[in-house]
């Protein structure tokens, strides 16, 4: 069974900071975790889910969408099978549902039909 386990969601005032994880379970998936690369996206209420950030299999290849760059910080731990994301200063805007999702293909999309596996989502509120 493939599960991907996002925390560290919540509320924060702006300028505050937040870190995300995801942690991938499942034997088999376990196993392939390192082979996978991932991806965050995030979906607000009425809107599109959009591209965050993502991070090759072996970490040295970082995307992240402008209204993220130089703000949030993508990296993972290979060995723990998981996956961070590092978000400061926050904006109220960045309020939404995050999720993380695996790309079997290594694409490294900014696309969210690209991805084979998905979280369930964490909230994350930021007041102004």
């Known amino acids: 069974q493939v599960q991907l386990v996002e925390s560290g969601g919540g509320l924060v005032q702006a300028g505050g900071s937040l870190r995300l994880s995801c942690a991938a379970s499942g034997r088999t998936f376990s196993i392939y975790f390192s082979k996978y690369a991932m991806g965050w996206f995030r979906q607000a209420p009425g809107k599109e889910r959009e591209f965050v950030a993502a991070?090759?299999?072996?970490?040295?290849?970082?995307h992240y969408a402008d209204s993220v760059k130089g703000r949030f910080t993508i990296s993972r731990d290979n060995a723990k099978n998981t996956v961070y994301l590092q978000m400061n200063p926050l904006k109220p805007e960045d309020t939404a549902v995050y999720y993380c999702a695996a790309d079997v293909a290594q694409s490294e999309s900014r696309k969210w039909h690209d991805y084979d596996y998905w979280g369930q989502g964490t909230q994350v509120s930021v007041s102004s």
């Open positions: 991070i090759s299999r072996s970490g040295d290849r970082l």
